[in-house]
């Protein structure tokens, strides 16, 4: 669904209108939230967010594994793998599954480690650590109760902060603030806005949670080999406006930008009509990688699209690389794998 624009102005009419639904849904997002977990018997880091939409939980996630990976773990992905048609618990194949089998996060996450979807995260926790997993890093997942976690990490836009404030309908909130605050270990601001929203700030403070920051800085081999040529950007992920700033921000020229939902599959229609500006305009195609793993399915021009378009891959850069190495390889070195290790 497309986020609508009063979510990140301050509170107005339609916020204070939807807000007796948005305390209903958020006593129940809350109460939710208190449920105890099932210890999946290996350490679990799980990188989420406060608001419903994108925020850097995937490059995040990556970032986070890459970490481990690099002091002698095993990190395992687990993904629900939102819209795709398969339950699980299963192991990605990025060569035998789509983005419609599995969604779009889990694809780009199995090329970096191995990668397990499943609607079920108690049952998708005990189908990795089976095929060897020794740290499980979750793609989302700070609202899901159903496992114990060792480290959540809360992503937070720099730039577009908490929104209004408010929950869900009211507010990008998928919970009280407060609630999701009691499950988070660390908050992470990613971007340039380097002003802590002022309710992250006053709990982080007197609940002394680390705050660490970081950006996200994509590829150049990817700019540079598109030189000076004019684009179009398109994009369905949760802010499309950030992927345009970043293009920006390396030189490229947007001669069009269009917006899609998150998570947006991609029709014919779609394709027939980005293809056809990019000819009238003699345009490249210019997407994110989540957008380009869409893009497939039958009709021939999402073919041509996807052959044509032009990702732009992105990773994220812990400014302070210590201090995050450190909370990863704690959490890592949990009570959950000494029982883990028992167990097996």
Known sequence: ???PSFW?????????????????YGAVAAHRLRRTGTQAGIPVICVGNFTLGGAGK??????VARLLAESGEAPFFLSRGYGGRLAGPLRVDPALHSAADVGDEPLLL????????SHDRVAGAA???EAGAEVIVMDDGLQNPSLQKDLTIAVIDARRGIGNGFVFPAGPLRAPLKAQLEKTHCILLIGDGRQTPSAI??????ERRPLLRARLEPDGGAVKALGRRKVLAFAGIGDPEKFFMTLASVGLEAVAEESFPDHHPYTGDDAERLLALCETKNLVPVTTEKDLVRLSGTHPALAKLAAKARAIPVALVFEDMAAAKKLALRAAQSPQREKGSRAG
């Open 58 to 63: 995937t490059p995040t996630a990556i970032a």
């Open 110 to 117: 199995a090329r970096h480690a191995p990668t397990v979807v």
């Open 127 to 129: 189908f990795a650590r």
């Open 1 to 3: 669904m497309r986020e």
């Open 201 to 206: 700030a006053g709990l982080t403070h007197a």
């Open 8 to 24: 990140w102005d301050k509170a107005g009419c339609a916020a204070w209108l939807l807000q007796p639904l948005a305390l209903i």
